[in-house]
């Protein structure tokens, strides 16, 4: 189910008994809570009608969610409750069981909203409330989705675009719905109401984004200055980046430069490139002058340390920002 469809089933009457919300999207989780909540008590802000559980900290569990659940208010003849960290109670076979009987029996006045990062399809829990409910999960989308995502969000606020200024925002930006969202917020402020938003504007409110910092990050490891690299490193992970992300960033764009190089090489020019790799204009034309600053022994090389350090990441005690300076570090030397 996703939001159109639960969308759908909730303008067609009363809420299910219980939701169970997971994965990574956050924006997407937030939203199919509020319009749960909405069909639900009518207020999702009504703290008289909604409760919230965190079954994070250590003295909640199951019995709390339940009786939160049963508790009704004197004002209110519908409530829900919202129960966050459920992946907690879901490894506790007491605690599973105890919500689970819940879901089998609830009370018919309460709306319950589960709330995981990501659950085992073959738990009891999940079974019962597929039974009795429904499971929504909201993953981060891939960047081909996110394009969608981004023209849908576009004409909402009023704007007119194409698919190509979308694709530029996201390979911009990233897939992320949160900071996507932000970021279109901004841009409607920057182009003024109803106007339409180009590639120009883009290129211009957006001059300091995440993927520039990439650009010179790169820049900076071609004419080995490690001291402005591992500026433009710090820089990213200021911004709160997940390592793997930064990684894959670098990954992706050493990728994309390396089949310009060998197009360029070929003796194809910035416009056939651009169509063959199919990516967005800026963004080749951005890339195009380093295709000659990386030789293909570098970029072999380069790659092998992209790889080592996403074992690394994943599996050495060593801290994760001193991985990455590591490897700027050696990608300058190289």
Wanted: hydrophobic share 45%.
């Amino acid at each position: 189910m996703d939001l159109d469809e639960l969308a759908r089933t909730l303008a067609q009457g009363r809420p299910k008994p219980v939701y169970l919300l997971q994965g990574s999207e956050q924006l997407l989780l937030d939203e199919a809570e509020l319009m749960i909540l909405r069909a639900a008590v009518g207020d999702p802000h009504d703290a008289m009608a909604v409760n919230r559980v965190d079954l994070g900290d250590a003295k909640v569990g199951a019995r709390e969610v339940v009786a939160a659940c049963r508790a009704m208010g004197l004002f209110v003849s519908k409530i829900a409750v919202v129960a966050r960290g459920v992946d907690v109670v879901d490894k506790k076979t007491a605690e599973r069981d105890e919500l689970a009987r819940y879901v089998d029996a609830p009370v018919g006045a309460c709306t319950l909203i589960l709330k995981a990062t990501k659950l085992d399809g073959k738990s009891a829990l999940v079974k019962r409330v597929k039974k009795h409910g429904a499971v929504l999960s909201f993953d981060e989308l891939k960047p081909y989705q996110a394009v969608g995502w981004v023209a849908d969000r576009v004409r909402g606020l009023g704007h007119r675009s194409d698919r190509q200024t979308a694709q530029l925002i996201v390979e911009l930006v990233g897939p992320n719905l949160l900071r996507l969202r932000n970021t279109l917020e901004q841009l409607s402020l920057y182009v003024g109401a109803n106007a339409p938003i180009t590639n120009q504007d883009v290129e211009a409110c957006l001059a300091a984004t995440r993927s520039h910092d990439v650009f010179e990050l790169v820049d900076a490891v071609a004419e080995q200055r490690a001291g402005a690299a591992l500026g433009h490193l710090q820089a990213m992970l200021g911004q709160r980046e997940a390592p793997l992300k930064i990684l894959a960033m670098l990954s992706r764009h050493f990728r994309i430069l390396w089949q310009l190089k060998g197009l360029r090489e070929r003796g194809a020019n910035l416009d056939d490139a651009t169509k063959h790799v199919g990516v967005h204009p800026f963004t080749a034309k951005k890339t195009w002058p380093q295709t000659q600053k990386f030789h293909d022994r570098v970029l072999r090389e380069v790659f092998e340390r992209l790889y080592e350090t996403d074992l690394a990441l994943k599996s050495s005690p060593i801290e994760d920002a001193l991985l990455l300076e590591r490897l700027v570090l050696d990608l300058c030397r190289a």
